[in-house]
């Protein structure tokens, strides 16, 4: 089983959509919990990290589930902008962050 | 602005040929990563330094080496590159501050291997 399992999609929406991702994760001692974004041959870049309590930035909101070992990422009002790969990441012990293979999203007018 | 520099962007290397890339950051972290990433894959860490203390992740090649001459700098060796290698690379810094540990990434390098 892998460490972080995400679908890789592709989901394919249409502006204006709310889309939602799940990811989980094998190892209950994770401590931190993050997304990031990457889109096609660039870097990751991080989108937010993912608190106990939930977090909002806008139109992206970040919800994890320590009791069943998942993280979710919920986008709103979907921009054609929002077409990337989304990487779930945990750190599972010091210093060391395991990434997902990505869900990638397409965006359509 | 404080970011995370990756020379050269792309690399073309010969099977067998050592080849070095370096990454350069001005955000004064004390970790730098480097990842190899291919395509539809997960980037995979190769090895990390704390400080000056390297940490090796157990399946890394020996052939894959790396040094950190100073905090900003920090190299990728590789002795003799097969096809295999071709991929991305990608360097990553984080500043160990007790919490969440956020990783930057620099732009990436992309080794072509002929």
């Known amino acids: 089983r892998k460490e972080v399992e995400q679908d890789p999609g592709p989901f394919n929406v249409p502006e204006g959509a709310t889309v939602a991702f799940n990811c989980t994760y094998s190892n209950s001692a994770s401590q931190s919990f993050f997304w990031y974004r990457q889109d096609c041959r660039k870097e990751p870049k991080l989108l937010m990290s993912?608190?106990?309590s939930g977090n909002e930035d806008g139109r992206f909101t970040a919800q994890l589930n320590r009791a069943s070992q998942y993280i979710s990422l919920l986008i709103r009002d979907s921009k054609l902008s929002d077409s990337a790969t989304y990487l779930c990441v945990v750190r599972t012990g010091f210093q060391k962050l395991v990434f997902g293979t990505g869900t990638r999203l397409l965006v359509s007018p | 602005d404080a970011m995370v520099i990756q020379n050269p962007r792309y690399q073309v290397t010969q099977f067998g040929k050592p080849v070095t890339l370096s990454c350069s950051q001005t955000?004064?972290?004390?970790?730098m990563y480097w990842y190899q990433q291919k395509s539809s894959q997960a980037p995979k860490l190769l090895f990390h330094?704390?400080?000056?203390?390297?940490?090796n992740e157990a399946d890394t090649p020996d052939n894959f080496q790396s040094r950190r001459p100073n905090t900003s700098f920090c190299f990728l060796d590789i002795r003799s590159p097969g096809l295999g290698d071709a991929a991305m690379y990608l360097c990553a810094t984080s500043r160990d501050r007790g919490e969440t540990y956020e990783q930057y990434f620099g732009p990436g390098t992309r080794l072509t291997v002929t």
């Open positions: 330094y704390y400080d000056k203390d390297f940490n």
């Open positions: 955000l004064n972290h004390n970790v």
């Open positions: 993912v608190y106990s």
